[in-house]
């Protein structure tokens, strides 16, 4: 009976040892899958965060490759308006700085993978890449921008030039048309004549006859006389003078007698002006006395 119930005790001791026993292990399986799952989540975690970077890469080169298209089908030429110049400029600076923050971004990602614990084959596949990508759109980008530069630089040039040119126009034109004036001034002056019509005294009154003496003869413009007196024509279109007087009507400067003639015209005389070079060629001054 002792032997039994000795025999009972050891088995309960060997079943309390077993279950204990396996008790810790299924402790310790459990603690290893849930440190597996931790890892297995910031892996995860980690992954999705490099594929975000490695998407928002892709993004922007792509966004890089439209403006480029854009710009290189709108090339720029002296007649691209202003506005269109800047807006071209704004978009060089735009895909400059997308260039900066992509490359930026791959190079922060580049650093996580080389302190990551973990060892990502595809994701490092991508970055290559991506970055090969990038730095070939950089490259074009880089072409791009220096002929950009390059036109816009003549484009201002030939804007410099052209407003010299129209600056030098507008000169010659203003030198043309002070020319024009001084070129008329002097046909009217050299074209221009005087005529004074008035009785004897009046005549005297303004020293355009004089004489010395009773028995001297009479003179005609020999002194300081009232140019303020004289009406001024043009010689080559002045063809007929009225002389405003029905009774007497005398030319007292020298004017060859063939190339004038006095006539009545509505009972007053009128001085008739035959040949207008020959008339005025001894003096661009005509008098005439009146009653």
């Given at each position: 009976?002792?032997?039994?119930?000795?025999?009972?005790?050891?088995?309960?001791?060997?079943?309390?040892?077993?279950?204990?026993?396996?008790?810790?292990?299924?402790?310790?399986?459990?603690?290893?899958?849930?440190?597996?799952?931790?890892?297995?989540?910031?892996?995860?975690?980690?992954?999705?965060?490099?594929?975000?970077?490695?998407?928002?890469?892709?993004?922007?080169?792509?966004?890089?490759k439209s403006v480029?298209?854009?710009?290189?089908?709108?090339?720029?030429?002296?007649?691209?308006?202003?506005?269109?110049?800047?807006?071209?400029?704004?978009?060089?600076?735009?895909?400059?700085?997308?260039?900066?923050?992509?490359?930026?971004?791959?190079?922060?990602?580049?650093?996580?993978?080389?302190?990551?614990?973990?060892?990502?084959?595809?994701?490092?596949?991508?970055?290559?890449?991506?970055?090969?990508?990038?730095?070939?759109?950089?490259?074009?980008?880089?072409?791009?921008?220096?002929?950009?530069?390059?036109?816009?630089?003549?484009?201002?040039?030939?804007?410099?030039?052209?407003?010299?040119?129209?600056?030098?126009?507008?000169?010659?034109?203003?030198?043309?048309?002070?020319?024009?004036?001084?070129?008329?001034?002097?046909?009217?002056?050299?074209?221009?004549a005087w005529y004074?019509?008035?009785?004897?005294?009046?005549?005297?009154?303004?020293?355009?006859?004089?004489?010395?003496?009773?028995?001297?003869?009479?003179?005609?413009?020999?002194?300081?006389?009232?140019?303020?007196?004289?009406v001024k024509v043009?010689?080559?279109?002045?063809?007929?003078?009225?002389?405003?007087?029905?009774?007497?009507?005398?030319?007292?400067?020298?004017?060859?007698?063939?190339?004038?003639?006095?006539?009545?015209?509505?009972?007053?005389?009128?001085?008739?002006?035959?040949?207008?070079?020959?008339?005025?060629?001894?003096?661009?001054?005509?008098?005439?006395?009146?009653?």
């Amino acid at each position: 009976m002792k032997k039994i119930a000795y025999l009972f005790v050891v088995l309960m001791v060997f079943a309390s040892c077993a279950q204990q026993s396996k008790k810790t292990e299924v402790d310790r399986l459990k603690a290893e899958n849930d440190s597996l799952q931790q890892a297995k989540i910031l892996l995860e975690e980690e992954v999705n965060d490099y594929f975000s970077t490695l998407n928002d890469v892709q993004q922007n080169i792509e966004k890089i490759k439209s403006v480029q298209n854009v710009l290189s089908v709108k090339p720029l030429s002296e007649n691209t308006p202003e506005d269109v110049r800047r807006k071209v400029k704004e978009d060089m600076v735009y895909i400059n700085d997308m260039i900066r923050t992509s490359q930026q971004e791959l190079e922060d990602l580049r650093t996580k993978l080389k302190r990551s614990s973990f060892k990502l084959d595809n994701v490092e596949k991508a970055l290559a890449q991506l970055t090969k990508q990038l730095n070939d759109e950089s490259a074009k980008v880089a072409r791009l921008q220096t002929t950009v530069v390059q036109k816009d630089s003549v484009i201002n040039k030939l804007g410099t030039t052209v407003d010299s040119l129209g600056k030098n126009v507008e000169e010659l034109a203003e030198q043309n048309e002070r020319k024009e004036e001084v070129i008329q001034r002097q046909d009217q002056e050299i074209h221009s004549a005087w005529y004074a019509i008035g009785s004897k005294k009046e005549l005297k009154d303004n020293k355009i006859i004089t004489s010395e003496g009773i028995f001297s003869p009479q003179k005609v413009l020999q002194a300081d006389f009232n140019k303020n007196y004289f009406v001024k024509v043009d010689a080559r279109n002045t063809r007929i003078i009225p002389l405003y007087s029905a009774s007497k009507a005398k030319v007292l400067t020298n004017h060859p007698k063939t190339s004038y003639t006095l006539e009545k015209e509505n009972e007053n005389y009128v001085l008739v002006i035959t040949n207008m070079t020959d008339f005025w060629s001894v003096s661009k001054y005509l008098v005439v006395e009146v009653e």
